[in-house]
C-alpha cells in the first residue's frame, strides 16, 4: 500500500530534551516536507527537499533540522525543544514539487 | 507578497443546501492550484489540481474551478460526509525549489 508513515503518532516531552520524528515514504517520491499546523495558522512549511540533494527551509524552520541521506526518509530533528513547538506535524511526499502531495498521519507533540 | 487567503472560515449548510468555497491567491506564475480535504486528527487528502484559469475539475459533489485570482470548491446537493476542513495551497518558487503556501481553511459542517 502506498503510503507515508510517521513516528511517534504522539509524543510528550521536556524542554531542551532532543527528539526525532522520522518520516518514510514508498513511493519513490523525490519531493518531501515537513510541515506543522497550529489553530488559526494553518498548515506551515517548516523544510522542503527537491530530492537526496537539496533540501531547503521553510516559513518556519527556526528550532528544526532535518535530513534527506535517503529517498525513502526524511526525519526532523528538534535539538533542543521549546513549548512554542507544541503542535500538529505532518510529513508529506510528491512525485515533484509541481505534483500533489501524500501527507502521512501526523504526530502530535507536547512540549512541557 | 504572495498570499493565499480562504473564505468563508466556517460554514454550516443543511444537507441538500449547495455553496462554495472560495481561495484567492497572490502567487505570481502559477504553478498550479491544489484543493485538499482534512478530516479532524488526520493529514490532508488531495482533492483536485487546477493549473490554468478556466479549468474546471469534478469529483462526486465536488466542482473545482479557477480564475487568474482565485478558485472555488463548489458543492452541489452535500451530505453529511462532507463535513471537513477544506483546504487550498499554491507552491511558490524560491532559490532551490518549490515552496507550499496553504490556506487556513474552510471548515464546512453539513447537517443532516
Known amino acids: 500500500e502506498a503510503q507515508v508513515t510517521q513516528n511517534p503518532r504522539y509524543l510528550i516531552t521536556v524542554t531542551g530534551k532532543k527528539l526525532t520524528v522520522t518520516c518514510s515514504q514508498n513511493?519513490?517520491?523525490?519531493?518531501m516536507s515537513w510541515y506543522r499546523q497550529d489553530p488559526g495558522l494553518g498548515l506551515r512549511q517548516i523544510y522542503y527537499s527537491m530530492n537526496v540533494e537539496v533540501t531547503d527551509k521553510g516559513d518556519v524552520p527556526e528550532g528544526y533540522k532535518v535530513s534527506r541521506k535517503e529517498k525513502r526518509n526524511f526525519p526532523l530533528i528538534l535539538e533542543s525543544p521549546s513549548p512554542n513547538q507544541t503542535s500538529l506535524y505532518f510529513c508529506a511526499s510528491s512525485l515533484s514539487s509541481v505534483n500533489e502531495q501524500f501527507f502521512g498521519p501526523g504526530t502530535r507533540l507536547t512540549v512541557l | 507578497e504572495d498570499q493565499v487567503t480562504q473564505s468563508p472560515e466556517a460554514l454550516r449548510l443543511q444537507e441538500g443546501e449547495s455553496s462554495s468555497l472560495n481561495c484567492s491567491y497572490t502567487v505570481s506564475g502559477l504553478r498550479g492550484l491544489f484543493w485538499y480535504r482534512q478530516d479532524p486528527g488526520k493529514g490532508p487528502e488531495f482533492l483536485f489540481t487546477?493549473?490554468?484559469a478556466g479549468e474546471e475539475k469534478e469529483k462526486e459533489r465536488l466542482k473545482a474551478t479557477l480564475t487568474k485570482k482565485e478558485s472555488f470548491l463548489h458543492i452541489t446537493a452535500p451530505k453529511p460526509e462532507d463535513s471537513a476542513t477544506y483546504l487550498c495551497a499554491v507552491p511558490r518558487s524560491s532559490n532551490t525549489g518549490n515552496q507550499f503556501y496553504f490556506g487556513t481553511g474552510t471548515s464546512l459542517t453539513v447537517i443532516p
Open positions: 487546477l493549473y490554468s
Open positions: 513511493m519513490n517520491h523525490e519531493y
